[in-house]
């Protein structure tokens, strides 16, 4: 059986589910379940306790990407598999997002909003795409695609990961010591890395220090990755331009921070890849079916590398 527990839309998730996987029982919060009998659960979000509750669990579908709030939950049993969603529609929204905040930097947007707030008609001198060095950080599944869009748009992009990879058109780094190096060369960073021992805290004050002058900052991956006092002093300062941040290590963001009135800041609550129902219910049955026929299985998590 497979058990559903979703944060929303339980029915539409039931629904996709059962069409899927019509040779399987699918039950969710709102049915009388034998725990049992419970093998495979689906989930976002799930409450503490949850996996302790099916003693023949074998495998956990996270309905998202990152699995940072899975893993080292005491209830997951060393021997569950943990499979997450690769892609399924949110390596396009990401692709969007990061280029909504480029945009907006490159093309002057917030200052023409501020000028015609004050009736003002006057051209801005700008940046075109070719002279706006932008970094990944994170080529997987979303920051990979992120990339190669940005690349094909006439951004001069460069990607950082933990193994080597190509992408066409991107300047592919890799390692720790390439970082700094890296960050000293661009002039648009995008976060978008897994929630790991390795990255947490990896852009800190010293690594910001070494963006040039008026670069843009964009973290959509995790808020533990990035330290939120370090970048707003030196948004206060001038010495950053500007920052669009989907993901913070409170969320939501308590209200009175001081990251609400930074004017150079923009804020959105956790929406930059949304997990979309209809192709990742696909994806899980697929991954589900593999796990059963002992195929390889996209998305398998590896939990000695948290990704
Ligand atoms: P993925 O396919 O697992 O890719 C992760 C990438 O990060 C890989 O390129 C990996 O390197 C690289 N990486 C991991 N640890 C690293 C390290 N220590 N140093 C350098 N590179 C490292 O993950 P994904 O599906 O692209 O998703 C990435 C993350 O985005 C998720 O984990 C989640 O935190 C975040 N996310 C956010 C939203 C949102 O709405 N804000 C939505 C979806 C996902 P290798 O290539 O060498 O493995
Ligand atoms: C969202 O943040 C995800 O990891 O899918």
């Given at each position: 059986m497979?058990?559903?527990?979703?944060p929303d839309q339980a029915e539409r998730w039931l629904a996709l589910f059962r069409a899927a996987l019509p040779d399987i029982a699918v039950a969710g919060e709102a049915d009388a379940v034998d725990d049992g009998q419970v093998e495979f659960v689906a989930c976002w979000r799930p409450p503490e306790g949850l996996f302790a509750r099916f003693p023949r669990l074998r495998a956990v579908f996270a309905l998202g990407a990152g699995v940072d709030r899975l893993l080292g939950r005491p209830d997951l049993a060393p021997g569950v598999a943990?499979?997450?969603?690769?892609?399924?529609?949110m390596?396009?929204?990401?692709?969007?997002?990061?280029?909504?905040?480029?945009l907006r930097f490159q093309r002057r947007f917030d200052?023409?909003?501020?000028?015609?707030q004050a009736g003002l008609w006057q051209p801005l001198p700008q940046r075109d795409a070719s002279e706006l060095r932008v970094t990944v950080l994170g080529l997987g599944a979303i920051g990979g695609q992120v990339a190669r869009t940005l690349a094909l748009l006439g951004y001069p992009v460069a990607g950082w990961s933990r193994s080597p990879r190509e992408?066409?058109?991107v300047r592919c780094l890799h390692g720790s010591e390439a970082l700094d190096g890296l960050l000293a060369e661009t002039d648009a960073l995008a976060m978008i890395l897994p929630n790991t021992a390795e990255t947490r805290g990896l852009i800190?004050?010293?690594?910001?220090?070494?963006?040039?002058?008026g670069a843009l900052v964009i973290n959509a991956g995790r808020g533990e990755q990035l330290d939120l006092e370090a970048l707003l002093d030196g948004l206060d300062g001038g010495r950053l331009g500007g920052a669009q941040l989907d993901v913070f290590e409170t969320e939501p963001l308590p209200a009175g921070h001081?990251?609400?009135r930074q004017p150079h800041l923009h804020i959105t609550p956790h929406v930059a890849a949304?997990?979309?129902?209809?192709?990742?219910?696909q994806q899980v049955a697929a991954a589900l079916r593999a796990f059963v026929a002992g195929r390889p299985v996209a998305g398998m998590v590896d939990r000695v590398r948290a990704y």
């Open positions: 497979l058990y559903v527990h979703v943990l499979i997450r969603l690769t892609d399924a529609g390596a396009r929204q990401m692709a969007e997002y990061v280029l909504h905040g480029l200052d023409y909003a501020r000028q015609q992408i066409d058109g800190d004050a010293r690594r910001l220090g070494l963006l040039p002058a001081r990251a609400w949304m997990t979309l129902p209809a192709p990742s219910a």
